[in-house]
């Protein structure tokens, strides 16, 4: 049976995450209100929006490096993860979309240690969908 992979970004593996939430939004206009019986009247303007979350649980400083890098500085990145919904209907296929990481990042170390290589790091971040 094959490994997944569960996130690259722009093409490189990410560590396998502890834990992982695909998050699809929908997004309705601002004309999208309740009536005065208390009906929505929904103009939806786009479906389907992906900001899958990943948590990192106890890594290594190596492995919370390694995605670090791979976001620090970038505005936009391709992001490619297994989405359940889109394995489905793709034949296998992985889900790439455009985007970019959550602004802020708080890796909080869950393990201390006098040597960098054995200190442990918990994260979470999510990307989100241009």
């Not at 490096?65 to 989405?83: H, Q």
Request: proline share 5%; glycine share 6%; aromatic share 12%.
């Amino acid at each position: 049976m094959a490994n997944i992979t569960y996130l690259k970004i722009d093409g490189v593996t990410m560590p396998t995450p502890s834990k992982y939430t695909p998050v699809y939004s929908d997004f309705d206009s601002d004309d999208s209100v309740r009536n005065e019986v208390g009906v929505l009247n929904r103009n939806c303007i786009r479906t389907g929006q992906v900001a899958p979350k990943f948590k990192w649980q106890n890594i290594t400083t190596e492995a919370l490096g390694t995605i670090l890098t791979a976001i620090d500085g970038k505005v936009s990145m391709e992001v490619t993860f297994f989405d359940p919904l889109y394995y489905v209907k793709n034949n296998g296929a992985m889900h790439t979309f455009t985007g970019y990481a959550q602004a802020t990042r708080q890796p909080e170390m869950t393990l201390q240690s006098e040597r960098p290589e054995d200190i442990r790091w918990t994260i979470e971040l999510s990307f989100i969908e241009f």
